[in-house]
């Protein structure tokens, strides 16, 4: 029986060919993520283009929040590969702006709603395929890191 998922968490994940990682969560959704582009945005994961360095992907052992390769002291959370993994398999370019947001900035679903002004059952709605993205989101999200920007 599936677990109901709050908050992303591993239940396993599988390093595939290609820098990819097969990621199965607690309420038995399975996604995959290509590394691929993390290595350009991220130098820390530099070690992680060794195919076989790769491979040794695992979950922690504190009840599945991170993946890690503790030979490398690399972890990731279960939340940022979920949001990341909906961003590169979003059906349309409004989905996937608003889950690279999120995932750029690392976002919650509460965060998001206040930054946008709508409600979280909205967000969690955007960010599971419930409800489309619609267009004037995708655009408010890009002004939303503008402002940002212009004020730091």
Not at 8 to 20: D, I, M, N, S, T
Not at 84 to 89: E, I, L, P, R, V
Not at 91 to 119: C, H, K, V, Y
Not at 124 to 133: D, E, L, M
Request: hydrophobic share 45%; aromatic share 10%.
């Amino acid at each position: 029986m599936a677990s109901i998922m709050k908050r992303p968490r591993f239940k396993a994940v599988e390093a595939l060919a290609g820098h990819k990682l097969r990621m199965t969560f607690i309420d038995d959704s399975v996604m995959t993520v290509d590394f691929t582009p993390f290595f350009s945005e991220s130098p820390g994961l530099k070690p992680l283009r060794d195919p076989a360095r790769f491979a040794n992907a695992c979950i922690d052992e504190d009840a599945g929040w991170t993946v890690e390769w503790p030979e490398l002291d690399i972890q990731i959370g279960a939340d940022t590969l979920w949001l990341d993994a909906q961003a590169q398999n979003a059906p349309d370019e409004s989905t996937r702006i608003f889950a690279q947001w999120r995932a750029r900035n690392g976002l919650s679903l509460a965060q998001a709603a206040e930054a946008l002004g709508m409600t979280t059952r909205t967000m969690s709605a955007y960010g599971t395929g419930a409800r489309p993205v619609p267009r004037y989101i995708a655009l408010a999200v890009k002004g939303w890191e503008v402002e940002r920007r212009a004020a730091a």
